[in-house]
């Protein structure tokens, strides 16, 4: 979930306290326990289920999983396609500073602060409550090396002079990134914020002809995309390179290699990750146009279905 305010993390606290925690999390195992929240750019729906908590947002009568934590194992990642946005660490896999567009649940935001110690995640989320909501129901706590600002992720990147190893798009409304996320500018916005070996990874649908848009705007901008196939979710984790050398396909032969600690390697194998990894090209029996300010239908474009359907 990401978009278009701009307040102070301090903003978050008494909003914390005004959002009511489980009343019952000494239910017995394995009890349902369900809590609604109307927020000003969601209807959020936080259900647990024995240690499980789930997020979701609803959004034209449909509910959508927007992140799911462990509360017994808070560094595991629940999530199949989280897993891709992790396994994108073996293009980079020893960040300093990262950006997250799109908060959720938190339950990367968890994973990441164990798994690379010694990096940083900034966090833009533009609900607020979905920020508490986090805090409060699904473990997310907020460090110095871990924190949050409410704002639109677009206009934040626009005010920052920051510089990134990664920036990671993850934020959803529902079933939809907010269109002004997909387009030409965004990305050349993001790549202007990126180290020379930077990568800017998303999240993305695959069963529409927005697919096909994406992987063709991503590679208006981008030396090098490829892609995670995230199996039996309908996601995949596309993977931009902010350099031409080494190529994806160089790098991913040597993952086997790489030092990655224990937190990480519960949730991500690096060797069975690269089986999953693909070039990324466009369906050309599908029409996807280029995405840019003035022209971005994502909506139309993802109601388009194709044949690659959730497998």
């Not at 002079?161 to 050349?188: N, S």
């Not at 069963?207 to 848009?213: G, K, V």
Request: with cysteine.
């Amino acid at each position: 979930m990401g978009g278009g305010c701009d307040n102070s993390v301090s903003a978050l606290a008494g909003i914390i306290f005004a959002v009511a925690a489980f009343a019952s999390l000494g239910a017995e195992p394995g009890a349902t326990q369900v809590e609604s929240f109307e927020t000003p750019y969601n209807h959020i729906t936080i259900e647990r289920i024995g240690t499980i908590v789930e997020m979701r947002s609803s959004w034209r009568s449909r509910d959508y999983r927007e992140s799911a934590v462990d509360l017994a194992e808070p560094t595991r990642l629940v999530v199949p396609y989280t897993k891709g946005i992790a396994a994108s660490a073996i293009f980079h896999p020893k960040p300093q500073r990262v950006l997250m567009i799109g908060l959720g649940g938190g339950g990367f935001n968890q994973f990441f602060e164990k798994a690379f110690p010694n990096a940083s995640l900034e966090t833009v989320e533009i609900d607020p409550q979905v920020a508490a909501l986090a805090q409060s129901h699904l473990g997310f706590k907020l460090s110095e090396r871990n924190t949050v600002t409410i704002a639109d992720g677009r206009m934040f990147l626009r005010q920052s002079k920051a510089v990134y190893d990664w920036i990671i798009l993850d934020a959803f409304r529902g079933g939809f990134v907010p269109p002004h996320l997909k387009t030409v500018e965004f990305y050349k916005l993001a790549q202007a914020h990126l180290a020379p070996d930077g990568l800017f990874v998303a999240n993305v649908h695959t069963n529409s002809s927005l697919f096909a848009s994406d992987i063709r705007t991503m590679r208006e901008v981008f030396p090098q995309l490829a892609m995670f196939d995230v199996p039996e979710s309908g996601n995949a984790i596309l993977v931009a390179a902010n350099f031409i050398s080494p190529t994806f396909e160089e790098m991913a032969n040597k993952a086997g290699k790489l030092s990655f600690n224990d937190i990480y390697r519960r949730s991500v194998d690096p060797v069975a990750a690269v089986q999953l990894f693909q070039p990324a090209v466009p369906d050309p029996n599908t029409k996807g146009p280029v995405l840019t300010d003035d022209f971005a239908p994502t909506e139309f474009l993802d109601a388009v279905k194709t044949e690659r359907s959730a497998h």
